[in-house]
Protein backbone atom coordinates (compact mmCIF):
# COMPACT_ATOMS: atom_id res chain seq x y z
CA UNK A 1 0.00 0.00 0.00
CA UNK A 2 2.94 2.28 0.67
CA UNK A 3 4.40 1.81 -2.64
CA UNK A 4 1.11 2.25 -4.37
CA UNK A 5 0.65 5.75 -2.30
CA UNK A 6 3.96 7.04 -3.12
CA UNK A 7 3.75 6.29 -6.50
CA UNK A 8 0.39 8.31 -6.56
CA UNK A 9 2.10 10.81 -4.86
CA UNK A 10 4.87 10.98 -7.66
CA UNK A 11 2.56 10.97 -10.53
CA UNK A 12 0.59 14.19 -8.72
CA UNK A 13 4.02 15.83 -8.62
CA UNK A 14 4.97 15.46 -12.18
CA UNK A 15 0.87 16.72 -13.16
CA UNK A 16 1.55 19.82 -11.00
CA UNK A 17 4.91 20.54 -11.94
CA UNK A 18 3.92 20.10 -16.00
CA UNK A 19 1.04 22.41 -15.44
CA UNK A 20 2.85 24.78 -13.74
CA UNK A 21 6.29 24.92 -15.96
CA UNK A 22 5.54 23.55 -19.03
CA UNK A 23 1.69 24.39 -19.97
CA UNK A 24 0.07 27.88 -21.54
CA UNK A 25 -0.18 28.77 -17.58
CA UNK A 26 3.90 29.08 -17.52
CA UNK A 27 3.67 32.00 -20.21
CA UNK A 28 4.41 35.56 -18.91
CA UNK A 29 4.46 38.71 -20.79
CA UNK A 30 8.80 39.07 -19.94
CA UNK A 31 9.06 35.99 -22.53
CA UNK A 32 7.60 37.72 -25.39
CA UNK A 33 9.55 41.02 -24.20
CA UNK A 34 11.49 41.64 -27.21
CA UNK A 35 9.48 40.02 -30.10
CA UNK A 36 7.59 41.63 -32.85
CA UNK A 37 5.42 43.04 -34.58
CA UNK A 38 4.85 45.09 -31.82
CA UNK A 39 1.03 44.79 -30.39
CA UNK A 40 -0.25 48.55 -29.86
CA UNK A 41 -4.26 48.10 -28.95
CA UNK A 42 -5.27 51.57 -30.71
CA UNK A 43 -4.23 50.20 -34.04
CA UNK A 44 -4.37 46.36 -33.84
CA UNK A 45 -7.77 46.72 -31.87
CA UNK A 46 -9.44 49.32 -34.26
CA UNK A 47 -12.37 49.68 -36.87
CA UNK A 48 -13.82 46.38 -38.53
CA UNK A 49 -12.52 43.39 -36.92
CA UNK A 50 -13.38 39.65 -38.37
CA UNK A 51 -12.78 36.72 -36.11
CA UNK A 52 -13.40 33.43 -36.27
CA UNK A 53 -13.07 30.77 -33.52
CA UNK A 54 -13.36 27.38 -32.12
CA UNK A 55 -14.45 26.18 -28.31
CA UNK A 56 -13.26 23.63 -26.67
CA UNK A 57 -14.60 21.50 -23.56
CA UNK A 58 -12.81 19.98 -20.48
CA UNK A 59 -11.64 17.14 -22.57
CA UNK A 60 -10.42 18.75 -25.72
CA UNK A 61 -13.53 18.14 -27.58
CA UNK A 62 -14.77 21.13 -30.28
CA UNK A 63 -18.37 22.05 -28.91
CA UNK A 64 -19.11 25.18 -30.58
CA UNK A 65 -17.47 27.67 -32.90
CA UNK A 66 -18.10 30.82 -33.97
CA UNK A 67 -17.80 34.13 -36.42
CA UNK A 68 -18.18 37.74 -34.69
CA UNK A 69 -17.96 41.03 -36.29
CA UNK A 70 -15.99 43.37 -34.24
CA UNK A 71 -15.90 47.03 -33.89
CA UNK A 72 -13.01 49.16 -32.19
CA UNK A 73 -12.91 52.66 -31.55
CA UNK A 74 -10.44 54.40 -29.48
CA UNK A 75 -10.24 58.48 -28.22
CA UNK A 76 -7.00 59.05 -26.76
CA UNK A 77 -6.13 56.09 -24.17
CA UNK A 78 -9.83 54.88 -23.80
CA UNK A 79 -11.36 52.46 -26.61
CA UNK A 80 -14.40 50.38 -26.80
CA UNK A 81 -14.23 46.43 -28.74
CA UNK A 82 -17.96 45.87 -29.80
CA UNK A 83 -18.32 42.29 -30.21
CA UNK A 84 -21.33 40.28 -32.36
CA UNK A 85 -20.89 36.82 -32.08
CA UNK A 86 -22.95 34.28 -34.09
CA UNK A 87 -22.19 30.65 -32.88
CA UNK A 88 -22.70 27.01 -34.61
CA UNK A 89 -25.30 25.84 -32.11
CA UNK A 90 -27.65 29.13 -33.02
CA UNK A 91 -26.98 31.08 -30.17
CA UNK A 92 -25.81 34.73 -30.67
CA UNK A 93 -24.02 37.17 -27.76
CA UNK A 94 -23.14 40.93 -27.70
CA UNK A 95 -20.64 42.33 -25.45
CA UNK A 96 -19.07 45.66 -25.08
CA UNK A 97 -15.48 45.85 -23.99
CA UNK A 98 -14.39 48.96 -22.72
CA UNK A 99 -10.71 49.82 -22.43
CA UNK A 100 -8.48 51.79 -20.70
CA UNK A 101 -4.81 52.20 -21.17
CA UNK A 102 -2.71 52.69 -17.96
CA UNK A 103 0.68 53.03 -17.04
CA UNK A 104 3.92 51.41 -18.45
CA UNK A 105 2.11 48.58 -20.98
CA UNK A 106 -0.86 48.16 -18.52
CA UNK A 107 -4.67 47.92 -19.81
CA UNK A 108 -7.34 47.65 -17.91
CA UNK A 109 -11.17 46.38 -19.14
CA UNK A 110 -14.54 45.98 -18.41
CA UNK A 111 -17.87 44.34 -19.96
CA UNK A 112 -21.57 43.92 -18.58
CA UNK A 113 -20.17 39.82 -18.00
CA UNK A 114 -17.20 40.72 -16.57
CA UNK A 115 -16.58 40.45 -12.92
CA UNK A 116 -14.59 43.71 -11.38
CA UNK A 117 -11.68 45.07 -14.12
CA UNK A 118 -9.74 42.77 -16.23
CA UNK A 119 -6.28 43.04 -15.58
CA UNK A 120 -4.06 43.33 -19.08
CA UNK A 121 -0.04 44.16 -20.21
CA UNK A 122 1.22 44.33 -23.67
CA UNK A 123 4.64 42.90 -24.14
CA UNK A 124 6.13 43.12 -27.98
CA UNK A 125 3.50 41.27 -29.86
CA UNK A 126 1.78 39.90 -27.40
CA UNK A 127 -1.38 41.17 -24.92
CA UNK A 128 -2.40 39.08 -22.13
CA UNK A 129 -5.40 39.83 -20.49
CA UNK A 130 -6.87 37.90 -17.06
CA UNK A 131 -10.43 38.34 -15.53
CA UNK A 132 -13.36 36.62 -14.39
CA UNK A 133 -16.30 36.21 -16.63
CA UNK A 134 -20.05 35.35 -15.76
CA UNK A 135 -21.44 33.12 -18.60
CA UNK A 136 -25.32 33.02 -19.58
CA UNK A 137 -27.81 31.57 -17.39
CA UNK A 138 -28.05 28.95 -20.79
CA UNK A 139 -24.39 28.27 -20.51
CA UNK A 140 -25.14 27.41 -16.52
CA UNK A 141 -24.19 31.31 -14.95
CA UNK A 142 -20.46 29.84 -13.55
CA UNK A 143 -17.58 32.07 -13.31
CA UNK A 144 -14.55 31.19 -14.99
CA UNK A 145 -11.35 32.53 -14.29
CA UNK A 146 -10.39 32.93 -17.75
CA UNK A 147 -6.26 33.34 -19.13
CA UNK A 148 -6.61 35.41 -22.29
CA UNK A 149 -3.29 35.70 -24.95
CA UNK A 150 -3.12 37.63 -28.09
CA UNK A 151 -0.72 36.84 -30.47
CA UNK A 152 0.11 39.13 -33.05
CA UNK A 153 1.29 37.71 -36.00
CA UNK A 154 3.55 39.68 -39.01
CA UNK A 155 0.52 39.93 -41.65
CA UNK A 156 -1.14 41.47 -38.93
CA UNK A 157 -3.59 38.82 -37.71
CA UNK A 158 -4.41 38.07 -33.69
CA UNK A 159 -3.90 34.82 -33.11
CA UNK A 160 -5.88 34.25 -29.79
CA UNK A 161 -6.05 31.67 -27.45
CA UNK A 162 -7.87 31.43 -24.03
CA UNK A 163 -8.32 29.45 -21.03
CA UNK A 164 -11.37 29.37 -18.32
CA UNK A 165 -10.89 27.65 -15.26
CA UNK A 166 -12.87 26.85 -12.32
CA UNK A 167 -11.62 25.74 -9.19
CA UNK A 168 -8.16 26.20 -11.07
CA UNK A 169 -9.41 23.35 -13.27
CA UNK A 170 -9.42 24.00 -16.88
CA UNK A 171 -13.18 23.52 -19.08
CA UNK A 172 -12.89 24.79 -21.59
CA UNK A 173 -10.30 26.83 -23.90
CA UNK A 174 -11.04 29.34 -27.17
CA UNK A 175 -8.75 29.71 -30.14
CA UNK A 176 -9.30 31.95 -32.87
CA UNK A 177 -8.46 34.55 -35.28
CA UNK A 178 -8.72 37.98 -35.36
CA UNK A 179 -8.36 40.38 -38.12
CA UNK A 180 -9.30 43.33 -40.77
CA UNK A 181 -12.55 42.50 -41.78
CA UNK A 182 -11.96 41.66 -45.68
CA UNK A 183 -15.66 42.49 -46.61
CA UNK A 184 -14.42 46.55 -45.07
CA UNK A 185 -10.65 46.73 -46.50
CA UNK A 186 -10.23 48.71 -50.19
Same mark, same amino acid.
Given at each position: ????????????LL????????????????????????????????????????????????????????????????GT??????? %? /? #???? =?????? $?? @????????????????????????????????????????YV?????????? %? /? #???? =?????? $?? @???????????????????
Open positions: MKIVTAILFVVLVLTKNLFLSFRSQSPETYAGTGPAFDLRKHLSGQILSEGLIFGPVGKMTNSFVAEMVGEWDGDSLSEHFTY %S /N #GAVQ =NRKWFL $KI @GPGNTFTATADDIVGEAQGVVSGSTAKLSYRIILSEDAGGLDVTDWMYLT %S /N #GTIM =NKSEMR $KF @GIKVAELVATMRPDPATQP
